[in-house]
């Protein structure tokens, strides 16, 4: 079996997130009280047995990288292998079904090149899910393909209508790609092996169409390569948008959802933070929540993630909410289906509603003083 090299991109539009990704991408989304986007494809990697990966990042990188360092809290922190941070290309338009496209491998070619003969398990971070690569390359092996696609059966993404649908033959080949428009079908997760050679070829014969995408690739040489599809029959959130998001967040309240993603012998990694426990006042009611370390709990948290430093005063109370560290609510605010993003500020007496399909989002160090509903 050949080495496997890991590629995540994060270079992909975040335009359906509001403020949220107003300046960061969508990779370094801080999600479940204390783990970032991100944290998913590189522990998936990493408790696969990749040893070396590359992140594409994008333009607005800077909270990306203050997040990953050096990959040591992933085990990536080698001299010679280890975790190498890479561009992504800036220029031109991007196609609207691709996470990985052409240009991003061009300007990437010397580290391919590099890497030798390997499989390439390439990966996005809107597929929050926990996978063992090490199967799927056992799979990719075993059946002689060149290129291997993730698919979750039955599978439909309600907040990206243009999800790759695989059409297969009795064998598991792939035979067509189309768009489900959020339908169930076979999904593709954005995830995959490719012979790395291939790849390279991929780049020579399209260099002159560099906004393709990787599965606009993939498409066009069904007939000419051997793809085939992996099933992928574990819990998958799909996170293409602030809907998304919010849902993919009550998701975790769920215990077997919860065991599923950050429980087991191979957890998901993060970067490390101090915080004290959380303190919790004799005012303080809490049910079904995940609150994480370093809060001051004063008033009633129901059905929530609460991530790190958060204050709820007393009398307040936060129902159905994804409060991102450090943020603070006012004594008395109430707030009900509402994303507040870091260092966000709601005053005293303040009110914020949203629904459970448009929750009310507020971005980085924004301050709320009149109610919204």
Same mark, same amino acid.
């Given at each position: ?59 607005? /990188? ?70 063992? /690569? ?93 793809? /085939? ?145």
């Amino acid at each position: 079996m050949k080495d496997l090299i890991g590629l995540v991109c994060t270079n992909y539009d975040g335009t359906g997130f509001g403020p949220l990704t107003a300046d960061r991408p969508v990779a370094s989304l801080p999600f479940g009280g204390r783990y970032r986007l991100i944290d998913f494809p590189l522990s998936n990697m990493v408790s696969s047995g990749i040893t070396s990966l590359g992140v594409i990042t994008p333009y607005m /990188y800077r909270s990306l990288l203050d997040h990953i360092g050096g990959g040591k809290p992933w085990g990536l922190g080698g001299k010679t292998n280890g975790m190498f941070v890479l561009p992504g290309a800036v220029y031109g338009r991007r196609t609207f079904n691709s996470k990985l496209q052409l240009r991003d491998l061009l300007v990437n070619r010397p580290f391919l090149e590099r890497s030798g003969d390997v499989r390439m398990v390439i990966a996005s971070t809107s597929r929050i899910m926990k996978i063992d /690569y090490d199967k799927v390359a056992t799979f990719h092996d075993h059946i002689g393909a060149d290129i291997t696609l993730v698919y979750k059966k039955n599978f439909a993404t309600p907040g990206d209508p243009y999800s790759p649908a695989l059409e297969l033959d009795e064998d598991g080949r792939v035979i067509g790609v189309s768009y489900s428009e959020a339908k169930p079908c076979n999904c593709y997760l954005e995830s995959l092996i490719i012979d790395n050679q291939l790849l390279l070829n991929f780049m020579t014969w399209y260099s002159a169409m560099d906004y393709m995408g990787i599965m606009d690739l993939v498409a066009e040489n069904l007939k000419q390569f051997k793809v /085939y599809a992996y099933e992928f029959d574990g819990y998958v959130g799909a996170v293409d948008d602030l809907k998304g998001y919010f849902y993919r967040s009550m998701e975790l309240l769920d215990p077997a959802i919860a065991e599923e993603l950050l429980g087991g012998e191979k957890p998901i990694a993060t970067k490390t933070q101090d915080y004290p426990p959380t303190k919790y006042a004799a005012t303080a009611k809490v049910s079904n929540s995940l609150i994480a370390s370093g809060s001051i709990i004063e008033g009633t948290v129901e059905n929530s993630i609460i991530s790190r430093s958060v204050y709820v005063g007393p009398g307040a109370v936060v129902r159905n909410c994804v409060l991102m560290p450090s943020t603070e609510i006012g004594r008395e605010a109430n707030l009900n289906y509402v994303i507040c993003d870091k260092r966000a500020k709601v005053a005293d007496f303040v009110t914020l509603a949203g629904t459970h399909d448009a929750p009310f989002a507020m971005g980085k160090q924004q301050v709320a003083e009149i109610n919204v509903r």
